[in-house]
């Protein structure tokens, strides 16, 4: 399995909390992901990386924001959680284009 | 840009007939494709995949086919077992994309 680990794997909290999920791998890999996925919609991209410093928004982009300042970590963050941010995150990376992204085993959050 | 959906949601097997899930996409410039596993708790993981120059793709009893002319491809389980059971989806890259599009994914049912 590629070395990919999210933490924490379980977290609930409240509206208007800010959350921060991180996501670490150790292969070194150029592009990380984050998505979310719930029930009917599959997975869906909230912001990516394709390198140090650099990343770019997905199509469900507001109220997260991502921060990548080595190679190794992603983190997401929720500015101030929302119900509708309930949901399984999966960081995902992969090495260069058109290669298979490899996940990690996801971080299940609940905002009441 | 691109869609990715499923023909069926769910799909139900007798343990050992072959199992056939399928996938259509939209985009022709689509050049990379890759089937998903999905079980229950942990993160998607990678298959198989196959490339736009190839229209078959074997592995340890999957085979993927690619049918270009319609925007079709499609996984085949031979001797679904049990283990099988989770759910399966495709991805679709651009070519020189780092950016898949996901459908939304088949549950495989697999009775004993």
């Known amino acids: 399995d590629a070395g990919i680990t999210q933490s924490p794997r379980h977290k609930v909290t409240e509206t208007g909390t800010p959350v921060t999920l991180r996501c670490h791998q150790t292969?070194?890999?150029?592009?990380m992901y984050w998505y979310r996925q719930d029930p009917g919609h599959g997975l869906r991209l909230i912001h990516y990386?394709?390198?140090?410093?650099?990343?770019d928004k997905g199509e469900v982009s507001d109220g997260y924001s991502v921060s990548r300042s080595k190679t190794e970590d992603f983190l997401l963050t929720l500015e101030s959680a929302t119900s509708s941010q309930t949901s399984v995150y999966f960081c995902?990376?992969?090495?260069?284009?058109?290669?298979?992204?490899?996940f990690g085993d996801g971080t299940r959050l609940s905002i009441l | 840009g691109e869609s990715v959906g499923l023909h069926l949601p769910t799909l139900s097997v007798q343990e050992g007939d072959n199992s056939i899930i399928n996938c259509a996409y939209s985009?022709?410039?689509?050049?990379?494709f890759i089937w998903y596993k999905q079980e229950s708790g942990k993160g998607p993981q990678f298959i198989i995949d196959?490339?736009?120059?190839?229209d078959k793709r074997q592995g340890q009893r999957v085979t993927v086919l690619l049918n270009k002319t319609v925007k079709h491809l499609s996984l085949q389980i031979a001797a679904t077992q049990p283990g099988d059971s989770a759910v399966y989806f495709c991805?679709?890259?651009?070519?020189?994309?780092?950016?898949?599009?996901f459908g939304r994914g088949t549950s495989l049912i697999v009775h004993p």
């Open positions: 990386s394709y390198g140090v410093k650099d990343t």
């Open positions: 292969e070194n890999h150029r592009y």
């Open positions: 995902a990376i992969t090495s260069e284009m058109s290669q298979p992204q490899h």
């Open positions: 991805a679709v890259l651009e070519g020189g994309s780092y950016i898949p599009t």
């Open positions: 985009n022709s410039a689509s050049d990379y």
């Open positions: 196959i490339r736009s120059n190839m």
